[in-house]
């Protein structure tokens, strides 16, 4: 139940293409969605999140789309570029005083020029 | 404002030797994660310090692991007697308080020969 469940594993997309990744989750008690960004060999970073008050979130070409019944969300990055190219990890966290994030898998994310 | 620092970056250590990682969060940050990602996997929480507390060890191998995060200085990961398994990055995240945004460091990689 504490498990975030992340696909596809790895994704090649062209220049300009949209990418979509995608989580599941089962615990309804979460209540923050943050995608993070890794580049190899650093740490994740922030790059969005949302709570399941909002259906859709938007930052820039990266967009959070949620579907609180289906206990789904998803990352579009719309035009997307090569230097876009990392991994992308969905987490998870409820309010237990403290943000104790659940990880996704994963995504291998190469943007083809 | 400095990020989050952790050293070393790059660890080796033979079987039965012990392994100390140190993470310095970032200016002004009192609150401090440590994460393990396992090839190939998601970061899985081990463990959340306060400053001198430890508030969320449910993460953190029974055996052979601590963690600290003392008055002064950084906050120390500790593996006892290091078995190949243990061979993973690991990475620190701080935030300054308890619900907001946790910002990672560049990680330890540790390898166990």
């Known amino acids: 139940q504490q498990q975030v469940k992340q696909s596809p594993q790895s994704l090649i997309v062209q220049k300009g293409g949209i990418s979509i990744i995608n989580c599941a989750y089962e615990n309804t008690a979460f209540d923050y969605f943050p995608w993070y960004q890794q580049f190899p060999g650093k740490g994740p970073a922030l790059l969005i999140a949302i709570r399941p008050d909002v259906s859709e979130k938007k930052e820039g070409r990266f967009t959070i789309s949620f579907n609180k019944s289906a206990k789904q969300f998803s990352l579009h990055i719309m035009d997307s570029q090569p230097g876009d190219s990392a991994t992308y990890f969905c987490a998870a966290s409820m309010n237990t005083g403290f943000q104790k994030l659940v990880f996704g898998t994963g995504t291998r994310l190469l943007v083809s020029p | 404002n400095a990020g989050v620092m952790q050293n070393p970056r790059h660890l080796v250590r033979r079987r039965g030797q012990e392994a100390r990682l140190r993470c310095s969060p970032m200016?002004?940050?009192?609150?401090v994660y440590w994460y393990r990602q396992l090839p190939e996997e998601g970061l899985k929480f081990m463990v959340y310090l306060q400053k001198e507390n430890i508030i969320d060890e449910s993460g953190m191998p029974k055996e052979r692991f601590s963690a600290e995060f003392p008055k002064e200085g950084p906050s120390i990961l500790r593996i006892q007697q290091v078995v190949r398994g243990d061979s993973a990055a690991y990475f620190c995240?701080?935030?300054?308080?308890?619900?907001?945004?946790?910002?990672f460091g560049p990680g330890t990689r540790l390898l166990v020969l």
């Open positions: 200016k002004g940050h009192s609150h």
């Open positions: 995240a701080s935030s300054p308080t308890s619900v907001e945004t946790q910002y």
